[in-house]
């Protein structure tokens, strides 16, 4: 493959990887890394798939392009009209596409492996019969962890449409991204793509938001619905008698801060 090994010597030293950091981001033995940064081996397709999802390059520059010469800034392709994999599961009848689960224990993984369908399809999958989901779209259900999206508690699974078009993410709603980064995150999502960037914004107002460059994104899915196990305790959250109670007693303090003041 003409520049490949050139090309990836490059990027990964661009990155400031060694080649054992690099085969640990994707999941490969460092020895194939020298291997093909040698030409004395060709990846796979599903690991030039990862290796132009990692880069944020298309394969025809990876494989055919000189980019040591070029000097040219990866390229993020927001709108999905190129190369981006993703692997979908058929049902038995080959009529309907299957939704995939993406366990808590699987998350650190899929990081690696989403483009990979040998890994998708090792995961748990369903049919999901809910009317108010459309059928010709493609579904997957991550699960989460950590109380930063509270009420939503950890551990809930979190109904996911797949994005192809990035621009199409609106303001404050609720996302799955896959990020180079943090692997699976679940956030509240606000579109800066103009700026090259998303800001990520968590409903637990103990987590501040930040901010992460498009190019460290692979992959968004649009929240839209929720799963949870954890069955509302009446006695951790307040009645609707003692709303009202609480209400009342606010409304009197307002009528009395009014008195004082013309008073």
Not at 253 to 258: I, M
């Amino acid at each position: 493959m003409n520049n490949l090994n050139n090309n990836l010597r490059y990027l990964r030293k661009q990155k400031q990887l060694t080649q054992e950091q690099l085969a640990q981001q994707l999941g490969l033995k460092r020895a194939m890394i020298g291997a093909y940064e040698e030409g004395r081996a060709e990846p796979r397709l599903s690991t030039l798939q990862h290796l132009c999802q990692f880069f944020t390059v298309r394969m025809d520059q990876l494989v055919l392009r000189d980019l040591t010469t070029e000097n040219a800034e990866p390229e993020v392709d927001v709108e999905g009209r190129k190369l981006r994999i993703l692997p979908v599961m058929i049902s038995a009848e080959g009529e309907k596409e299957l939704g995939t689960l993406v366990p808590v224990k699987a998350s650190a993984g899929y990081l690696n492996g989403y483009g990979d369908a040998d890994f998708v399809g090792a995961l748990p999958r369903f049919s999901l019969p809910f009317p108010e989901l459309p059928q010709d779209r493609t579904y997957r259900v991550f699960q989460i962890r950590g109380d930063s999206m509270l009420p939503v508690p950890p551990g809930s699974y979190i109904i996911s449409e797949y994005v192809q078009d990035w621009n199409d993410i609106r303001n404050e709603e609720c996302y799955v991204l896959i990020t180079r980064d943090e692997g699976v995150v679940y956030k509240r999502v606000i579109n800066n793509m103009r700026e090259g960037q998303l800001l990520l914004k968590s409903d637990n107002t103990d987590y501040e938001a930040y901010t992460v460059p498009v190019g460290r994104v692979v992959e968004v899915w649009k929240a839209v619905g929720v799963v949870s196990f954890e069955l509302p305790n009446p006695e951790r959250q307040p009645g609707l008698p003692q709303i009202t109670s609480l209400l009342s007693e606010l409304k009197k303090d307002v009528e009395a801060l009014k008195g004082s003041a013309q008073s």
